[in-house]
Nanobody
Framework: QVQLVESGGGLVQAGGSLRLSCAAS????????MGWYRQAPGKQRELVAA???????NYADSVKGRFTISRDNVKNTVSLQMNSLKPEDTAVYYC????????????????WGQGTQVTVSS
């Protein structure tokens, strides 16, 4: 089993910054991709940013140049530094682990965090 603990959400004024963190624990052998998704009210969940085990990153166009994703492969953590926040960034942000291989089985699994609220006021 894998547990995800998210932290760092909150309320911030437009132009401010927040840092989200997600720590994964459990019987983890490897994680191919770690990322953040978000879902605003009435909208579909969308990819914000992701980083592979080799360090390749992928960002939504709307956050390029403002958000930076990073991961620690030893600690199995992923962080999202969000700068120059805008009201349209308001959403629940979810940590995602993609293609996780456990020490106990040869199969791959995906995991989601419980979500953390980010609210940007204008």
């Amino acid at each position: 089993q894998v547990q995800l603990v998210e932290s760092g959400g909150g309320l911030v004024q437009a132009g401010g910054s927040l840092r989200l963190s997600c720590a994964a624990s459990g019987s983890i052998f490897s994680i191919e991709s770690m990322g953040w998704y978000r879902q605003a009210p009435g909208k579909q969940r969308e990819l914000v940013a992701a980083v592979t085990s080799s360090g390749s990153t992928n960002y939504a166009d709307s956050v390029k140049g403002r958000f930076t994703i990073s991961r620690d492969n030893v600690k199995n953590t992923v962080s999202l530094q969000m700068n120059s926040l805008k009201p349209e960034d308001t959403a629940v942000y979810y940590c995602n682990l993609d293609r996780v291989v456990l020490t106990t089985t040869p199969f791959e699994y995906d995991y989601w965090g419980q979500g953390t609220q980010v609210t940007v006021s204008s």
